[in-house]
């Protein structure tokens, strides 16, 4: 079934270590984008995408870092990470950025403890 | 401060009983959508609303995009315990989709 996958889906890391979460989508979508989901905040945005060679910051970027190589593959690292940074990780894609009459899809989400 | 505020927080109602889940900005927006979001899973549209004052039904949910496109509001008429999850809106802002702080809905049989 073609949609988006995120890998792991959930994982406990040692403050200060590096971890990179994984996206990959297969619908050929151009945009896409990293959220984090704690309790009473929602969604907000750390990083987008909004084509393949290009991202930009969302709200919370500070810790974060993304690559966008291909239009398939984005991922989310954490180059060191703090127990602040325990949250919920959702990776979204959907045909085109900036055009907000479009369906985003999501991944099942990583669910991220720092420790 | 988020770009979109949604009210209340929490609503926990009988089954049967009606609710309305708000949405608003100071920020005007071409479209807001509405997602919802169960337990466990990434959220799914429900809905996309264009057009200032525009209404639109999905079966017992009613959506209603403001005159000036900054808020909109979700109604849910005699609802049902398969109507309980997050409810979150999401807007364009210079190619950025965010989304509200979501309102939780609980519904009991």
């Known amino acids: 079934i073609a949609g988006i996958t995120q890998a792991p889906t959930s994982q406990i890391l040692a403050a200060g270590r590096r971890m990179t979460l994984r996206c990959t989508q297969d619908?050929?979508?151009?945009?896409m984008y990293w959220y984090r989901q704690d309790l009473g905040l929602g969604l907000r945005l750390i990083h987008y995408?909004?084509?393949?060679?290009?991202?930009g910051k969302g709200e919370v970027p500070d810790g974060y870092s993304v690559s966008r190589a291909n239009t398939d593959d984005f991922p989310l690292t954490l180059a060191s990470a703090v127990p602040s940074q325990t949250s919920v990780y959702f990776c979204a894609s959907r045909p085109e950025g900036g055009q907000a009459n479009t369906e985003a899809f999501f991944g099942q989400g990583t669910r991220l403890t720092v420790v | 401060t988020q770009l979109l505020e949604q009210s209340p927080q929490f609503l926990s109602i009988q089954e049967g009983e009606n609710l309305t889940v708000y949405c608003n900005s100071s920020?005007?927006?071409?479209?807001l959508q509405w997602y919802r979001q169960e337990p466990g899973e990434g959220p799914v549209l429900l809905v996309t609303?264009?057009?200032?004052?525009e209404v639109k039904k999905l079966k017992r949910l009613t959506f209603q995009f403001g005159d000036a496109r900054k808020d909109s509001s979700l109604h849910i008429t005699a609802a049902q315990p398969g109507d309980t999850g997050l409810y979150l809106c999401?807007?364009?802002?210079?190619?950025?989709?965010?989304f509200g702080a979501g309102t939780q809905v609980v519904v009991t049989p």
């Open positions: 920020s005007v927006f071409s479209s």
């Open positions: 995408s909004n084509t393949a060679g290009t991202t």
């Open positions: 619908m050929r979508h151009n945009a």
């Open positions: 999401a807007g364009d802002s210079w190619g950025k989709l965010q």
């Open positions: 609303v264009v057009t200032g004052g």
